[in-house]
Each structure stands twice: as structure tokens, then as C-alpha cells.
């Protein structure tokens, strides 16, 4: 069946460090792919999508390119804030339903 | 504009009771989808409703319910509570039927406490 996997937080960097979170997916056909944020206390909120292979989303300085022949689509960025302390759902859609199937989420602490 | 807003933000039930959830949507919005989230299995995808039609459900049992109305906005239904259905429900609404092309915008959710 469709799948998600994302490498398991939490993770701890230092203001300004270098962000990667690892996403690869299961999933017949070509599926969209998301990567969403949660902040605390709020519900789910949109941080960029990639709809076909070699596509790449981008919002607020986060990366991600779909990467048909690895199966992921691994979020960056190049340097991190404390505002960025959340947590990071990687997610897939596919078809006819539209429903997201998300991953287990990675937490992300930034210290100042 | 006014975001996706959940009622109430929190609630605590005593097993063996139900419980209503409410959802309304981003006005203009015509698809609402329900999701559970817990610390064990994370995101789960529960229901989608479309003008008024479940589009798609997932895997869980009867005792979870829901339904839309005609102004978009959506009531899930969850009888005989068991202490494993403590956990946050989100709500998301779209302007189309699938996230795979229009974003899905969630709202804050609400905290069930099953006690």
C-alpha cells in the first residue's frame, strides 16, 4: 500500500545550522508529494508540495525536490531560526483520493 | 478570511459515551476531510466529505461517523468512546474534492479526552 517515512526526531540543531529531514515514500503511480508543519498548540499548515518527478517546492526557505528514482522528497534548508522549532509531516496524495497519508512527523528544535 | 474553525478545541468523555465534533470550513470551501492524531499511529485520514457525500473513508470502525451539510460545514459523530479514541481530530477543508491539487487547509483541532 501508500506509505510514508520519515527519519524519527526529535532533532536538535543551532540557529543558523543546516537542516535536513529525510522523506521517502511507497506508493503505485505518481503520487503529489507535501511536506507540512505543525506548530505547537496549532493545527497543520502547508509548507510546499511537489506534484510530478524533478519538481521542486519551495516556501520560507525550505526546499524539497521530488525524486522519482529514490522514492523521496527530503526537506532542507540552508540555515534555521528559532521560529522554525516545529513539527515537520511529510505527506502523499495519490489518484482519485485526495486524502493525505502522512508520516510519523520529526520534531525540530532550534537553539539559540 | 476567515480559517477552518473546529468546535470545541477541547472535551472530556467518559468511555462508553459519544461525542460531536464540528467543522466549518473556509467559506467558498466544498470538501472537508477528518483526520485523528495520536502519539502511537500519528496522522490517520478518517473521512472526506464533498457536497454533502462521503468521497472516501479510512480505516476505522462504524463507531466513527460523520456527515456534511448543505453550507459545507461537517459534524464527525464518534459513539461508545473507548480510551484509545483520546486524541487530537483535525479537520481540513479544500476547494475541491482532492488535495492533490488544491491545498488542504487544516484547522486547530480538538483535544478528546476519553477518561
Known amino acids: 500500500g501508500n506509505s510514508v517515512t520519515q527519519m524519527e526526531g526529535p532533532v536538535t540543531l543551532s540557529e543558523e545550522a543546516f537542516l535536513t529531514i529525510n522523506c521517502t515514500y511507497t506508493a503505485t503511480g505518481y503520487p503529489s508529494l507535501f511536506w507540512y508543519v505543525q506548530y505547537p498548540g496549532e493545527g497543520l499548515q502547508l509548507l510546499l508540495k511537489a506534484t510530478k518527478a524533478d519538481d521542486k517546492g519551495s516556501n520560507k526557505g525550505f526546499e524539497a525536490t521530488y525524486r522519482k528514482e529514490t522514492t523521496s522528497f527530503h526537506l532542507e534548508k540552508g540555515s534555521v531560526q528559532v521560529s522554525d522549532s516545529a513539527v515537520y509531516f511529510c505527506a502523499l496524495t495519490r489518484g482519485s483520493q485526495g486524502n493525505l497519508i502522512f508520516g510519523k512527523g520529526t520534531k525540530l528544535s532550534v537553539k539559540p | 478570511k476567515a480559517g477552518v474553525t473546529q468546535t470545541p478545541r477541547y472535551l472530556i468523555k467518559t468511555r462508553g459515551q459519544q461525542v460531536t465534533l464540528s467543522c466549518s470550513p473556509i467559506?467558498?470551501?466544498?470538501?472537508v476531510s477528518w483526520y485523528q492524531q495520536t502519539p502511537g499511529q500519528g496522522l490517520q485520514f478518517l473521512f472526506e466529505?464533498?457536497?454533502?457525500?462521503?468521497?472516501n473513508k479510512g480505516n476505522f470502525p462504524g463507531r466513527f461517523s460523520g456527515r456534511q451539510f448543505s453550507n459545507s460545514r461537517s459534524e464527525m459523530n464518534v459513539s461508545t468512546l473507548e480510551l484509545g479514541d483520546s486524541a487530537l481530530y483535525l479537520c481540513?477543508?479544500?476547494?475541491?474534492?482532492?488535495?492533490?491539487?488544491?491545498?488542504?487547509?487544516f484547522g486547530q483541532g480538538t483535544r478528546l479526552t476519553v477518561v
Open positions: 467559506s467558498g470551501h466544498r470538501s
Open positions: 481540513a477543508s479544500s476547494l475541491e474534492a482532492s488535495a492533490k491539487n488544491t491545498e488542504a487547509f
Open positions: 466529505y464533498f457536497s454533502e457525500t462521503q468521497r
